[in-house]
């Protein structure tokens, strides 16, 4: 596939690895609109992207929102005339033992994870149809297999992996190309933009970022999977080896699991 004066719509693109796909994309030609629900966060992508030479427009949407899905679409489209390519990245997550947590917390990631990419995917298809498009969705290792204290976090990413699946091989012989990427731990902020038990951010990573594949990394594994039109891909070797293990001895996995999960610092589990 070649990119030059293709359109990508990158939801929740104002950092980590939506703002990185908008750059990688763009950098191979494409035109880019990005969404986001804070206009300064917005006007500061645009900015980096138009400093790449990037031709690429703002559109200020909640992910859960289902109008403002379908604003998106209806912008992309007055601005380009067109929509090639759906990147469904906008995500939150959270941390807090489901015993504790607010069912409305549970609700918002939900609706924003999954509901998210829904509603997206739902407004974008015709054209994505029309143009034997690409599109891809940004879920997680969590789509394999579950971790403790992010119950609706993982509810949301296997959520994600089903439904593309179905979509993919309901449109497999119509042009279309599906892809799910599921990173492992990835430097951004998700985790320190993590719900808790009632609803407030997190505020500091319980995790070592440093040690993380970078969101650069990841979006470069993305670009070259949706050009390759490939199916799935899973990202790093810690994930890569979670997904194997989960498969053949998922009991011993949740022993695992748990036990680095407790290790988090400020960990939930008593």
Same mark, same amino acid.
């Given at each position: 596939?070649?990119?030059?004066?293709?359109?990508?719509?990158?939801?929740?693109?104002?950092?980590?690895?939506?703002?990185?796909?908008?750059?990688?994309? /763009? @950098?191979?030609? &494409?035109?880019?609109?990005?969404?986001?629900?804070?206009?300064?966060? =917005?006007?500061?992508?645009? *900015?980096?992207?138009?400093?790449?030479? =990037? #031709?690429?427009?703002?559109?200020?949407?909640?992910?859960?929102?289902?109008?403002?899905?379908? @604003?998106?679409?209806?912008?992309?489209?007055?601005?380009?005339?067109?929509?090639? =390519?759906?990147?469904?990245?906008?995500?939150?997550? +959270?941390? &807090?033992?489901?015993?504790?947590?607010?069912?409305?917390?549970?609700?918002?990631?939900?609706?924003?994870?999954?509901?998210?990419?829904?509603?997206?995917?739902?407004?974008?298809?015709?054209?994505?149809?029309?143009?034997?498009?690409?599109?891809?969705?940004?879920?997680?290792?969590? !789509?394999?297999?579950?971790?403790?204290?992010?119950?609706?976090?993982?509810?949301?990413?296997? %959520?994600?992996?089903?439904?593309?699946? %179905?979509?993919?091989?309901?449109?497999?012989?119509? !042009?279309? *190309?599906?892809?799910?990427?599921?990173? /492992?731990?990835?430097?951004?902020?998700?985790?320190?933009?993590?719900? #808790?038990?009632? !609803?407030?951010?997190?505020?500091?990573?319980?995790?070592?970022?440093? @040690? +993380?594949?970078? &969101?650069?990394?990841?979006?470069? *594994?993305?670009?070259?999977?949706?050009?390759?039109?490939?199916?799935?891909?899973?990202?790093? /070797?810690?994930?890569?080896?979670?997904?194997?293990?989960?498969?053949?001895?998922?009991?011993?996995?949740?022993?695992?699991?748990?036990?680095? +999960?407790?290790?988090?610092?400020?960990?939930?589990?008593?």
């Amino acid at each position: 596939m070649n990119l030059k004066d293709k359109v990508v719509i990158v939801t929740g693109a104002t950092s980590g690895i939506g703002e990185a796909c908008a750059l990688a994309f /763009g @950098k191979e030609g &494409a035109k880019v609109a990005i969404t986001g629900r804070s206009q300064v966060k =917005i006007d500061n992508t645009l *900015h980096r992207l138009q400093q790449q030479g =990037i #031709t690429a427009i703002g559109i200020l949407a909640d992910a859960s929102s289902e109008e403002d899905n379908e @604003k998106a679409a209806i912008e992309t489209l007055k601005a380009f005339g067109r929509i090639d =390519i759906l990147i469904n990245n906008a995500g939150i997550s +959270m941390r &807090a033992l489901f015993e504790e947590l607010d069912l409305d917390v549970f609700k918002k990631v939900m609706d924003t994870n999954f509901y998210g990419s829904v509603y997206a995917t739902k407004y974008c298809l015709p054209e994505i149809l029309k143009n034997k498009g690409s599109i891809v969705a940004v879920s997680s290792i969590n !789509g394999y297999r579950g971790t403790p204290a992010r119950t609706a976090y993982t509810a949301s990413k296997y %959520a994600m992996n089903g439904f593309f699946e %179905a979509l993919r091989t309901e449109v497999m012989k119509r !042009g279309v *190309h599906i892809l799910v990427a599921s990173p /492992g731990f990835t430097s951004s902020n998700i985790r320190n933009n993590a719900l #808790t038990a009632d !609803g407030n951010t997190q505020g500091e990573s319980p995790r070592q970022e440093d @040690k +993380m594949m970078s &969101a650069d990394t990841v979006a470069k *594994h993305i670009l070259s999977a949706t050009l390759k039109r490939k199916r799935d891909i899973v990202l790093t /070797g810690q994930g890569k080896l979670a997904v194997f293990l989960n498969k053949w001895i998922p009991g011993t996995m949740d022993s695992l699991v748990y036990k680095t +999960m407790a290790k988090e610092k400020d960990s939930p589990f008593k």
